[in-house]
DNA sequence: CGATGTCCATGCCGCCAGGTTATGGAGGCG
DNA sequence: CGCCTCCATAACCTGGCGGCATGGACATCG
């Protein structure tokens, strides 16, 4: 019998639910539609899986059997897929660079340039992460190396060089009653509300947030971005306040969006980093040492 | 991203076969419908994963690379099926009993109803599997427990208790020449064509065949039949002669078949069979224990 | 050199599975 | 008693999959 891998995770989000309704909506599907594919499952396999009930969708135990391995399953073909994936961008000579806005900012581009130089018939292919995912595309195996900044969910477990640091700076709407001081203490700006990165970044979203840097002082949010434009936007109109590396002034200028020196908050770190089955790749291991080189040379002139 | 398992199962006979339109056969698909397939495969995961030519498909390095997990993960799947198929009959009160035809015969009843009596509420599901699966369903997790007839491929790895053993008679056209003889030395059918069982039963096959008791002599294979009604059409046509167990005359009594006793084969030994893993199922030891009960009483009689 | 055979690709069509919206029915709860 | 929650059903639409027929490229052979 043959299944869709859909109807499994259809399954997988029903059978954690123990509610239709509430995983169709996690699902992104109308709850009829959530109904008739269970059945259906429930049809191939000739067994119910749930008892239903007022209350909601209880496993029955072939249900349970099945629920407890279909996860694994599921995360098999997740696998199989970047290893292939993986395989594809080799076999074509690319190297799948992720990075989150303000990875490296100014030293992108000459990185680039460097690691062309010193592989030629390979190309780099950028891939902009979003800020709930600031492992970069690392941790789901859709980049092969990334640029990213530290600290970050998941950096325990892949290999980090640092490359360099920068000190971080205020960005707040031109209209704002601070936007006319040189200098901010940080502590000025503890009841400002902030525009966060989502919840999933955890670490890093406390670090732009200087969670460390309050002493205790609560943070107020006021909205969550999960793109650089959503972002600039967000400050322009004025829903809160954020913390920013300082090459953002320059990256990421917009009208309504001023940029001040902080201080009191330290510095930010950006880093190079890959996933340690990468340990052996040249190609990774060549372009990190474009970062380090580039690092060491033009980007301490940006700073 | 999702598949469906059917896909990848496409995707793997194609990279075996390396060929398109074998695959194609093979799958029991058009060879259109299988293109089309591949080439949306392909689109989904943004690469090559055959190159194409004249003489056939060959796979690229990520076509390898899915290549070598991908029958991983179909057997996985097929793992959780069984296991979910077994806990739903588990869950129903339903004993999956296999058999091939000829398994147990005449006992058959007299077993089931030995079962029905100490496990009330439970049901004996029986099961008949085609000859091509002489485990009668154990090896594919169809079947609980099984009523089979030894030897058959893949016994080795479960467990087999021999219930009785049973003389071999042979089964021919009404109008054969040998119809009229009362007893049949096994030597004067060395020359006859045989009605057999498919390839893929392997010694189960050659057992139906007495290759044994040939002395070297070789096999003349009229016809292959997987199932009863075809075996007796056949024989009845005339394509061959047949080995079977002597309560076949009873049980697959047909006009234009007669069965004679034949002299220098051995006799036939009918076992029930489980699984390793149901060692501690008590249903499954309750029928086993019911088989041999029956087998040692009523079933004598019969022979 | 043309005929033939073997590959894979393409075009066209019918059908079904999966999705959506709207609605019904059955219980719990204030 | 009205309302809310949760699952099931109905009606409808669309896209994908499969089938057949056919095309195009290339090798083989008489």
Redesign the pocket.
Known sequence: MDI?T??LR?FVA?AEE???????RRL?????????????LETQLGTAL?T??????TLTEPGRALAERAPALLAGWDQILRETKAAASRAARVLRVGFVASGANEATQPIVAEFSRRRPGWRAQMRQASWANPSAGLSDGEADVALVRLPFPGQDTLRVTPLFTEPRCVALAAAHPLATRDVIPFRDLWDEPFVAAPAESGPWRDYWLAADEREGHPVRIGAVTDQPDDWLNAIANGYGIALAPESAARFYARPGVVYRPVTGVSPSRAAVAWTPADDDNPVVRDFANCCLEVGSSGCTVAL
């Open positions: 869709d859909r109807l259809y029903v123990g509610n239709l309704t509430h995983a169709a992104f599907v109308s709850q009829p539609a959530l109904t008739k594919q269970i059945k259906q749930f239903r009930s007022r209350s909601g969708m």
